[in-house]
């Protein structure tokens, strides 16, 4: 008897330690992009796709939805009939990583961008609002600025982890008040190795895209400037 119940402490107090890693390990899953994960996704999508005479399982925005943000994964609609379930990384499931749909009219494919951008974003707003107006601090484009976030009660200026380059990129404002994150950073490290025909005047986000997992969120419009050939914001 004294065997059993030493056994049965054993197991009890293996399942609670088992149910106090658990999470903490779920916790990191859920912070890492995976490609196989986007890949299974993206099999789903065909698939519901071809079932339904051309449809996508997607999420109804605005019109006016900045691009790489328009196109969301309704998992709901694949799940679980071409999916057994949302990865552990996405939003629904409790990740970081928003799924979403781009070149939706030709080739659709699935990429990611990271949420904590949005939260980011968010937390600059309502210092915004709670201040009642953008501090400018610098023009760096048509109707494009710096923010003066000491003003905003930051004591360093908050930035977004790039997902292309893992360095630190900078937010801008514009005239409106909407918030962006600033890749320029990242193209031009990225127009320095490649070969691509760019001409002024042409959106180059689509280079960041290319060959990775996620998309620029939260970005404006790119050129490259006609003389230096560096990255430039887009006017209209």
């Known amino acids: ?25 779920e916790l990191s899953q859920n912070r890492v992009p995976y490609e196989e994960q986007i890949t299974s996704v993206q ?3 065909n698939q519901f796709q071809e079932s339904n005479g051309g449809i996508l399982p997607i999420k109804t925005k605005e019109g006016d939805t900045p691009i790489y943000q328009k196109y969301p994964i309704d998992f709901p609609k694949i799940v679980p009939q071409y999916l057994a379930e949302p990865p552990g990384n996405a939003f629904e499931a409790g990740g970081i990583f928003q799924y979403v749909l781009i070149d939706v009219e030709t ?21 915004i609002r709670a201040g009642g107006y953008p501090p400018y601090k610098e023009r760096i484009g048509e109707n494009i600025y710096t923010l003066d976030f000491t003003e905003l009660g930051y004591k360093e200026p908050p930035f977004a982890v790039s997902p292309y380059t893992n360095h630190n990129l900078p937010f801008v404002v514009s005239g409106t008040g909407e918030i962006y994150v600033d890749y320029r950073s990242d193209l031009f490290q990225l ?46």
Do not use: W
Not at 112 to 127: C, G, K, P, V
Not at 212 to 227: E, N
């Open 191 to 236: 127009l320095d190795d490649t070969s691509h025909q760019l001409n002024p005047g042409e959106d180059i986000r689509p280079l960041l895209v290319e060959d990775s997992m996620f998309v620029p969120a939260y970005s404006l419009p790119y050129t490259i400037d006609p003389k230096t050939k560096e990255p430039i914001f887009l006017e209209k």
């Open 43 to 45: 099999t789903a999508v």
């Open 107 to 127: 080739s659709p494919k699935v990429k990611l961008f990271d949420l904590r951008i949005a939260e980011s974003i968010r937390d600059i707003r309502m210092r």
């Open 1 to 25: 008897m004294k065997y059993v119940r030493t056994a049965l402490s054993s197991l009890i107090l293996a399942g609670l330690l088992t149910g106090c890693m658990y999470p903490q390990d």
